[in-house]
């Protein structure tokens, strides 16, 4: 098969100022989308993930790649911290719309939708769909229950980042959200794939990668 050399990096919101929280931060984020890494090498393309530290510093390092670096894919992952709305009938870029009107950015240019991509409400909202990842970490002192993929992301993150510290209250070391980072290599792609935004941040990476999709969604 022939190679289509696509390089796609991807800033992800989290790492905080600490170097050994960025390299935790950005080492999960790869270990999470391994195996759509290692399938996009057979074909010669690069996924990678750069830990950006807060979410402006996502924003900002995002903006200036897409200006200095408009040959390669240069992608978005930040926390939607509110639920999304509604999109418009036909209406262009809609989570742009969402951090725009809740973060005042803009779009930039050589950028679209399928170049933003959003855990909603957090990071913490993937953790709890995927209670076998949680155990590996928390073992059988974890109190939690399957969550309803079909209403996860309805829930604020100040809830989910509730539950997550209540479910682990019994633990010798409850929820806090450094301990993200330990989960995440662990939950599965496939449970990722059962809410909306999960699945299209699987999808689009596959497409940016020039990997078969199943189908696109556009929330």
Not at 129 to 155: F, M, N, Q, W
Not at 173 to 181: D, N, R, V
């Amino acid at each position: 098969m022939a190679s289509s050399g696509r390089n796609v990096k991807v800033y992800v919101e989290g790492g905080g100022d600490s170097n050994a929280n960025l390299s935790a931060c950005r080492l999960a984020f790869t270990h999470l989308f391994g195996p759509i890494a290692e399938e996009a090498e057979q074909i010669g393309s690069r996924l990678e993930f750069v830990a950006a530290g807060s979410r402006e510093s996502a924003y900002r390092k995002y903006s200036i790649a897409c200006k200095e670096f408009p040959d390669r894919v240069n992608v978005l992952l930040v926390d939607s911290e509110d639920p999304l709305g509604s999109a418009q009938p036909n209406e262009r870029n809609p989570l742009w719309r969402h951090v725009r009107e809740r973060d005042r950015w803009s779009m930039p240019s050589r950028s679209s939708d399928r170049k933003l991509l959003l855990m909603v409400t957090s990071t913490e909202t993937w953790i709890l769909l995927d209670v076998a990842a949680l155990r590996t970490k928390y073992g059988a002192c974890l109190r939690i229950s399957d969550p309803d993929p079909r209403t996860i992301e309805r829930i604020s993150r100040q809830s989910a980042l509730k539950l997550l510290e209540n479910a682990t209250s019994g633990c010798r070391a409850p929820y806090s959200k450094i301990h993200a980072f330990d989960i995440l290599p662990h939950v599965k792609l496939s449970t990722l794939k059962l809410i909306p935004n999960g699945e299209r941040t699987i999808n689009l990476l596959r497409m940016h990668l020039g990997l078969k999709i199943d189908k696109v969604q556009n929330r």
